[in-house]
């Protein structure tokens, strides 16, 4: 039958707020219903009419009913946009989030600042292969890319093929693997930051499906990965080279100064949109 998308629309924000809240259900009903029809944005907005079958309900119910357990979108769809690229994201990896977006934003920069021989990045823990990915695409830079999980280098190989990205992709344990690399420009790296004490204030969507390899770090060491990526960028590094990383807001100040004790210079906090700590960059001498 024919139906204005407005109208389904606010059946679905109906449906999904009272688990999800009004302001992210509106969210979810317009990447569900562009995935289910096809429909820009710009035509729901506009409230174009749609001829919704049975199958586009059928597959709409199905889509809601997991989303009222809690599982993201994303997973259920199987893809994520960043920075304008759309990923296959599976339970295997982090579904990547737009304040991850400064990394590239922040390697674009310091890019910008060097000599036309293409940089050389290295992406630590890539997950879906987002930041490599897209490194190597904006910057058309000399990308590799590490993590300890098969299952996830499987998605980021995956998604450089799809998305035709050169990057290297090595299995590597950054707290035990000694690092076959050297001479880079950058490492980058949006490691395991969030304490565990943090996880019973978090929400199911993220808790109950997302990686908690790719999410925690102890209490009593919540440096961990900071401290790993410091010793092996430093010897990986050559001078002038940044490492950029991606931060708990709550830690911004102790990784500056980790950063600042172990030899780099200019430590810096770069803050996201929202005004929080997001990112600590630092460089070798």
Same mark, same amino acid.
């Given at each position: ?15 999904? @707020? ?6 992210? /259900? %509106? &969210? ?5 219903? *562009?995935? =289910? ?106 990308? @590799? ?6 299952? /996830? %280098? &499987? ?5 450089? *093929?799809? =998305? ?122």
């Amino acid at each position: 039958m024919i139906i204005h998308s407005r109208l389904l629309l606010e059946s679905l924000v109906t449906k999904l @707020s009272p688990a999800h809240g009004a302001d992210e /259900a %509106l &969210a979810i009903a317009y990447l569900l219903l *562009e995935n =289910l029809t096809g429909m820009p944005r710009a035509d729901m907005m506009a409230n174009r009419p749609f001829d919704w079958t049975d199958a586009h309900k059928e597959n709409a119910d199905t889509i809601t009913q997991r989303l009222l357990t809690g599982e993201p979108l994303q997973y259920i769809l199987g893809e994520a946009d960043f920075y304008g690229y759309r990923f296959t994201v599976t339970p295997a990896v982090l579904i990547p989030r737009p304040e991850t977006e400064l990394l590239i934003d922040t390697i674009r920069t310091y890019a910008s600042r060097q000599p036309t021989t293409p940089l050389r990045v290295l992406d630590i823990g890539t997950g879906s292969g987002c930041i490599a990915i897209t490194t190597a695409l904006v910057c058309r830079a000399e990308v @590799s890319a590490t993590d300890i999980s098969e299952a /996830a %280098l &499987a998605v980021s190989r995956s998604n450089a *093929e799809q =998305l035709n990205a050169s990057v290297t992709f090595v299995q590597h344990d950054i707290l035990m693997d000694e690092s076959p690399f050297a001479n880079l420009d950058v490492v980058v790296s949006n490691p395991p930051y969030i304490a565990l004490s943090e996880k019973a204030a978090m929400g199911h969507n993220v808790v109950g499906f997302e990686p908690h390899g790719a999410l925690f770090v102890p209490d009593d060491d919540a440096l961990l990965f900071y401290r790993a990526l410091a010793i092996k960028a430093f010897d990986m590094l050559r001078s002038g080279g940044m490492l950029c990383v991606e931060i708990n807001e709550r830690f911004g100040p102790d990784v500056r100064d980790l950063f600042t004790r172990m030899g780099y210079t200019q430590s810096e906090i770069v803050r996201d949109l929202d005004g929080k700590d997001r990112i600590v960059k630092a460089f070798k001498s």
